[in-house]
């Protein structure tokens, strides 16, 4: 096995870890289906100042990841930066990376037309990598 192939076994088991999160994440309750998308409504009200899950089938205050947010800038950008990564975000972002990496496999194993296809595709994988965490994704040779 080339280290290039480790490396497209290592992304597909980060992106299985972090697609499972996800959809544990999604899981709101054992009697509905997931709801993956989720918002931030800001403001002072009481109610206000939380992250909602879109389409909650049991929407009420005391969930818990319904928490107030907006006594700080630090909490309120925090809770606008965990709904652009909400669980559909995610599972939309690894299903897209896991076609990305079947594409890019097919050519390093020959399924190429230009010769220029190969060392690109290599290097779209060790990018690839590089988002997931591989910490010498520039380092690895194939
Ligand atoms: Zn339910």
Same mark, same amino acid.
């Given at each position: 096995m080339t280290d290039l192939e480790r490396m497209a076994v290592w992304l597909r088991d980060v992106m299985d870890a972090a697609e499972l999160a996800a959809q544990k994440a999604a899981?709101?309750?054992?009697? @509905? =289906?997931?709801?993956p998308s989720w918002s931030f409504r800001d403001g &002072?009200?009481? *109610? &206000?100042g939380r992250i909602l899950v879109v389409d909650?089938? @049991? =929407? +009420? =205050?005391? +969930?818990? /990841?319904? +928490? +107030?947010?907006? *006594?700080?800038y630090e909490g309120l950008f925090m809770a606008q930066h965990i709904v652009r990564h909400d669980p559909a975000a995610v599972l939309r972002r690894i299903a897209a990376d896991r076609m990305m990496l079947a594409d890019l496999e097919r050519i390093t194993k020959? &399924?190429? /037309? &230009?010769?220029?296809e190969l060392p690109l595709a290599e290097h779209v994988i060790r990018r690839l990598a590089e988002g997931y965490g591989w910490p010498t994704a520039t380092e690895v040779s194939t």
């Open positions: 899981e709101v309750c054992g009697c @509905h =289906p997931p709801a &002072d009200e009481p *109610t &206000d909650d089938p @049991h =929407p +009420r =205050p005391k +969930r818990k /990841i319904g +928490r +107030r947010w907006n *006594t700080s020959g &399924d190429y /037309i &230009d010769d220029g």
